[in-house]
């Protein structure tokens, strides 16, 4: 019986949690009334307040969860050593990843959350939730430390000039990502194919 409470009680948490993450997504954290979150949450005041103080409350553990708990739990695949092309490797691994994660947002969020929606929760997010530059620089860092690794590896392969800026490389790969991200927010869906064309040539360029 405790069990089946428990299950039940984690069940309505989640819903809270996914049904609320859209709704601050789709309209902005500040146009979001508690009622609101009863309303498309089909769980009532006394439910909601039995599982989260406020709207701050379940705004920021809806940040955890869709936010951090997404980006972390983007593991890069285990680099192959034996590969005598690991970052050709690596940079398909991760623009297929982004293709799929792509797919699965879109489906979480039930297609109603557009680029625009997103770009400008993440801009909130930066001045309004506790903790946001600490735990996005350990994200940043952990993704330059990936990309540093099997950049490095490249050059013990032979895969890559031995003389390429390993740090440049880095930026100018992931800024190509954050642009035509940011360019999606103005326009449509991130295009997986013109990313990976626009990484490819940097790759081309620095491979013997």
């Known amino acids: 019986m405790k069990d089946q409470t428990n299950k039940e009680n984690m069940s309505k948490r ?23 979150l009863v309303e498309v949450t089909h769980v009532s005041r006394g439910n909601m307040f039995h599982h989260f103080r406020n709207k701050e ?12 708990e997404f980006l972390t739990n983007d593991a890069p695949e285990l680099l192959a050593f034996t590969s ?74 032979g895969e890559i000039v031995q003389t390429v800026e390993t740090e440049k490389i880095i930026s100018s790969i992931r800024n190509i990502y954050l642009g035509l991200s940011y360019r999606s927010a103005l326009g449509s869906r991130l295009s997986i194919s013109e990313l990976k064309e626009q990484i490819y040539i940097i790759y081309n360029l620095i491979t013997k």
């Open 14 to 36: 989640d819903i809270i949690l996914n049904e609320s993450f859209r709704l601050f997504l789709k309209k902005g954290y500040a146009a979001v009334s508690f009622s609101d």
């Open 57 to 68: 409350d379940i705004f920021n553990h809806a940040v955890d969860r869709f936010v951090f």
């Open 84 to 157: 005598s092309t690991p970052l050709k490797d690596f940079i398909d691994s991760r623009v297929e990843n982004i293709g799929h994660r792509m797919k699965s947002f879109f489906m979480m969020t039930k297609g109603t959350v557009t680029p625009a929606n997103f770009m400008s929760f993440i801009l909130y997010l930066k001045d309004n939730y506790p903790d946001w530059e600490e735990k996005f620089q350990e994200y940043e860092d952990r993704k330059n430390s990936e990309w540093y690794e099997v950049i490095e590896l490249a050059k013990q392969k």
